[in-house]
């Protein structure tokens, strides 16, 4: 099963607007009113948390600022979009059982090689309890489950548009291009790269919501997307923390001037030699995932027009 875990554990606080300096206050009261259910300020700013560390004794410019607003806009949107969907599979009662739960955690640990002392641990450093640990994630698996019924089981890809894609990528001497699709997280000093990737790792966030919390190079609110590059532009480091990776891999932590980094090898085109059939999969999932998209925008638009919303 495709794992659907939100970033509960790594949350954010955002600063005060009048403030001239960034700082962390626990402010709480009523931000939103989604059907009746409240979103605290408390909880908006826990999950800006790590945004604002990145500012903590910093004298706030305009632009600062704005970035600081444009998160927090970004993150309550998503707050929304979670109880909505929360709300619904409700409504229509998708089910989750204990064993469907106990069974996401043991392919957790297999997928971490994690032992059952090592995922306490693990748990224990994220500032969290088994038991809230599996209310979040029994959450999730329901948001999956919905979300599958309602978009995924309507993505249609063709043939024709595998070989439409597929014929995008031909040279003029008919080979493919030596290229390579990456996203990539810079890290600030005070942001633990190995960590991350363990959130990452074990289905906590993903490698785009963490390149949108704490990036400071290119691809910034766009899940710290590169594009597509040139194999043989990419520095030495590069192809060292790329190297065995396959498609939706996370490399290890490594140094980008100053700054800690991670890479996600999204597509990767080793050889001129690849053919259709060898590229099919890979073009099918990236059309997938595009369509899947813009059918969950879709979906989600629709209900949040049936919805009371009421921002405080």
């Not at 005070?190 to 490698?207: D, H, L, M, P």
């Not at 192809?239 to 490399?251: I, R």
């Not at 369509?291 to 405080?312: G, S, T």
């Amino acid at each position: 099963m495709k794992r659907i875990l939100a970033g509960f554990l790594a949350s954010m606080v955002i600063c005060s607007s009048s403030a001239a300096v960034a700082e962390e206050k626990v402010v709480d009261g009523i931000v939103a009113v989604v059907n009746g259910e409240v979103i605290t300020m408390y909880e908006l700013n826990r999950k800006m948390a790590p945004v604002m560390k990145q500012f903590n004794g910093k004298a706030l410019s305009a632009v600062d600022m704005e970035q600081i607003e444009k998160v927090r806009e970004q993150i309550l949107g998503r707050l929304i979009n979670e109880i909505i969907i929360d709300q619904e599979s409700k409504r229509l009662k998708v089910n989750v059982s204990d064993q469907d739960i106990d069974g996401e955690i043991k392919s957790i640990k297999e997928k971490g090689n994690f032992s059952d002392e090592e995922f306490e641990r693990q748990l224990e450093m994220r500032k969290t309890n088994l038991a809230d640990f599996k209310a979040k994630l029994g959450k999730d698996i329901r948001k999956h489950r919905l979300l599958s019924y309602k978009v995924n089981n309507k993505v249609v890809v063709t043939d024709e548009e595998i070989q439409a894609a597929w014929n995008s990528t031909q040279t003029d001497q008919g080979d493919v291009a030596k290229s390579i699709h990456l996203k990539l997280i810079l890290f600030p000093e005070n942001v633990s790269a190995n960590q991350v990737r363990e959130q990452i790792v074990v289905g906590e966030t993903t490698f785009e919501e963490a390149a949108d919390k704490y990036t400071t190079g290119p691809g910034s609110g766009s899940g710290g997307d590169l594009g597509v590059l040139e194999w043989d532009d990419l520095a030495k480091t590069w192809h060292d923390a790329l190297e065995g990776l396959k498609p939706g891999d996370v490399s290890k932590p490594f140094d980008v001037q100053n700054f800690k980094a991670l890479l996600k090898l999204d597509s990767y085109a080793d050889t001129g030699q690849s053919s259709f059939e060898d590229s099919k999969q890979e073009i099918y999932d990236r059309l997938y995932a595009q369509k899947q998209d813009e059918l969950f925008a879709d979906y989600i638009k629709k209900l949040k027009e049936n919805a009371v919303i009421e921002f405080k």
